[in-house]
């Protein structure tokens, strides 16, 4: 055998026994401990218990082991205890947090169940008056209270709710109270629309019909009226005054178009001074004198309300006013019959 081969043989041999002479010092180390162990843990100590009295004493014998066993299970007893505690004080914590919530809700329920009430009873009157007025629009004379109120509730379906026989679960029976006044309210809407078209209707014929005050901002007061007048420029002779005289003692206010129409007119006259003359529907006219300025064109076509010119003091006049006239065909009318028709129509 080469030289080099037997010397490196020689080395394994010596690291192997080296190794398990390790292990095998290692294993009676290892045996050697848990005998120490286990004879420590086997030791007994007493436990002596002495009364002060003169009954003699107790004495109790325990080893290591079963002593580390006791403690470990009061340390284990102790942590669940505390465990346990510490649960029950966040739980009942919880509960006492949800009963107040629950109280809080059925506070709220009870408030909802009220309103509900109060709704409901407020749709009811609704359904009442929305009849009477659909009525009265719709010139069906004075409406029958009672019955149209039993008919309006039938059919928005309220009667049965106002008994509430509905359902014996309360809340399922608010449920189907509120959907019942939905109901009610929806089909409320084309009364409501039938309301709208008549008074738009109403609306359109007031506009065509000259009735409202002529100065714009309701200035000015009536100077002379409509009808037999002393003549201011004949003292004791009397005439027919053909429209009215009103004055805000002043020059320059706004002067507006009393109804819907057509501008047919407008020139200088002595006596009118400078007038403007509109045609509107169902045969009215209307004429306005001793204007400072136009702010129309002949031939032009003014909404109610518009301004046609400025209150001055032209033609033949005593101080700066406004002479208005309303003619219904060929006849002079006296235009504060149809201010009266305004007024009545806004109140």
Do not use: C
């Amino acid at each position: 055998m080469p030289e080099g081969l037997r010397s490196l043989k020689e080395t394994e041999k010596r690291w192997y026994a080296r190794l398990v002479q390790g292990l095998t010092g290692g294993a009676d180390v290892v045996r050697v401990a848990i005998r120490r162990f286990f004879s420590w843990g086997r030791a007994r100590f007493v436990i002596a218990l002495i009364p002060q009295s003169e009954k003699p004493a107790r004495r109790f014998e325990i080893s290591r082991f079963s002593f580390i066993a006791i403690g470990i299970a009061l340390v284990l007893f102790v942590g669940l205890a505390v465990f346990s505690l510490s649960a029950y004080g966040a739980t009942a914590l919880r509960a006492a947090s949800l009963d107040a919530q629950l109280t809080k809700a059925r506070q709220n329920i009870d408030q909802m169940r009220e309103s509900t009430e109060n709704l409901l009873s407020e749709t009811a009157k609704f359904q009442e008056k929305l009849g009477q007025v659909v009525d009265i629009a719709q010139s069906k004379g004075k409406p029958d209270v009672q019955q149209n109120t039993s008919d309006t509730l039938k059919t928005a379906g309220l009667a049965d709710l106002i008994s509430g026989q509905l359902s014996d679960d309360p809340v399922s029976r608010d449920v189907l109270r509120l959907n019942g006044i939905a109901g009610a309210l929806d089909k409320s809407l084309p009364a409501l629309d039938d309301i709208a078209n008549v008074l738009a209707s109403q609306k359109d014929v007031m506009t065509e019909v000259p009735n409202i005050w002529p100065v714009k901002g309701d200035l000015g007061h009536i100077t002379m009226y409509f009808g037999q007048n002393e003549n201011p420029f004949a003292t004791g002779q009397w005439y027919l005054h053909t429209g009215i005289d009103i004055s805000t003692n002043r020059v320059g206010d706004s002067i507006l178009a009393t109804a819907d129409g057509k501008v047919i007119d407008i020139h200088y006259d002595a006596s009118l001074g400078n007038s403007v003359t509109i045609q509107h529907s169902h045969g009215f006219t209307t004429r306005y004198g001793h204007l400072r300025s136009f702010a129309v064109k002949k031939g032009q076509r003014v909404s109610q309300g518009d301004v046609i010119g400025y209150l001055g003091n032209t033609g033949k006049t005593t101080g700066p006013h406004l002479h208005y006239e309303v003619y219904l065909g060929t006849s002079l009318i006296d235009p504060l019959r149809f201010l009266s028709i305004r007024k009545e129509y806004h109140e």
